[in-house]
């Protein structure tokens, strides 16, 4: 995790994830045959079953139900918007941060640079990582059409994104349900029944998820379980253990022997 982009591994048995509102673009590249994969959004409905070096891109701010129907690899990297706006004000395309949607994007050069980056993630190769992510950030403002971004929806006072800074990355560890009430001028209640309403889960299960994936990057790094724990904002490595079988079906321990393949 990175103050502006993070990167997810993925190995699933069938899952579906469903996004009420997405924070970041994303980029998934698939570095093996998936089964079919399923999204559903306000744009209709796609299925396809992806092959191994394909590529998708999917723009922040759009929300979408996503089911992988069997055994699927991946690696998602989530950029921030403003990234992008920021490399087109370099190339002076103007300082649009939006970007087009694709199932499976065909475009040579991002497969390319998607592939290195998973090969540089599992090989640890972390100033590889930032490079290459320099690079497709560069590439989405450079070869990609603009896209206008979505309005972003407020959470009392405050916009939904003021709030889920709040949440992901190294801030997870350290915030709270009613810290984040407070900040955007809510009731406890209030905060807890406003945010489940936009997401579907309740913002303690959403930090708790959010911990887990700042977890994962960090023992893929190589620090260890107990240390990842405290780290992350779990009172210990029992209590990360419990959290991180309970929602990837594997423990801190059995996610490092799978990294480190």
């Known amino acids: 995790m990175e103050t502006d982009f993070s990167i997810e591994l993925q190995r699933s048995n069938g899952c579906r994830m469903q996004l009420p509102y997405r924070r970041w673009h994303c980029?998934?590249?698939?570095?093996?045959?998936?089964?079919?994969?399923?999204?559903?959004?306000?744009?209709?409905?796609?299925?396809?079953?992806?092959?191994?070096?394909?590529v998708g891109l999917y723009p922040a701010g759009e929300p979408e139900i996503i089911?992988?129907?069997?055994?699927?690899?991946?690696?998602?990297?989530?950029?921030?918007?403003?990234?992008?706006?920021?490399?087109?004000?370099?190339?002076?395309?103007?300082?649009?941060?939006?970007?087009?949607?694709?199932?499976i994007c065909n475009e040579a050069v991002l497969i390319e640079l998607a592939a290195s980056l998973y090969e540089s993630v599992k090989a640890k190769a972390f100033e590889d990582v930032s490079l290459l992510v320099d690079q497709i950030a560069r590439r989405l403002?450079?070869?990609?059409?603009?896209?206008?971004?979505?309005?972003?929806?407020?959470?009392?006072?405050?916009?939904?994104?003021?709030?889920?800074?709040?949440?992901?990355?190294?801030?997870?560890?350290?915030?709270?349900?009613?810290k984040l009430a407070n900040h955007a001028g809510l009731s406890l209640g209030r905060f807890i029944r406003k945010f489940s309403a936009s997401f579907g889960t309740s913002p303690?299960?959403?930090?708790?998820?959010?911990?887990?994936?700042?977890?994962?990057?960090?023992?893929?790094?190589?620090?260890?379980?107990?240390?990842?724990?405290?780290?992350?904002?779990?009172?210990d490595q029992s209590h990360l253990t419990h959290a991180f079988r309970r929602r990837t079906g594997?423990?801190?321990?059995?996610?490092?022997d799978w990294a480190n393949l």
């Open 141 to 178: 403002a450079d070869a990609h059409p603009a896209k206008r971004p979505l309005p972003q929806p407020e959470l009392g006072r405050v916009l939904l994104d003021d709030i889920l800074d709040l949440m992901h990355g190294p801030a997870a560890a350290r915030a709270s349900v009613p």
């Open 67 to 103: 089911d992988w129907h069997g055994r699927t690899d991946a690696l998602h990297l989530h950029l921030d918007p403003r990234r992008v706006g920021r490399e087109r004000m370099e190339l002076g395309l103007g300082e649009e941060t939006g970007i087009a949607r694709y199932f």
């Open 204 to 235: 303690h299960d959403y930090l708790v998820r959010n911990r887990i994936e700042t977890a994962k990057g960090l023992l893929s790094e190589g620090m260890q379980i107990a240390e990842t724990a405290t780290e992350c904002g779990f009172c």
């Open 250 to 256: 594997m423990t801190p321990a059995a996610f490092v």
């Open 27 to 54: 980029l998934t590249f698939y570095p093996s045959s998936a089964s079919r994969v399923e999204r559903v959004g306000a744009w209709g409905r796609q299925v396809g079953v992806v092959r191994a070096g394909e």
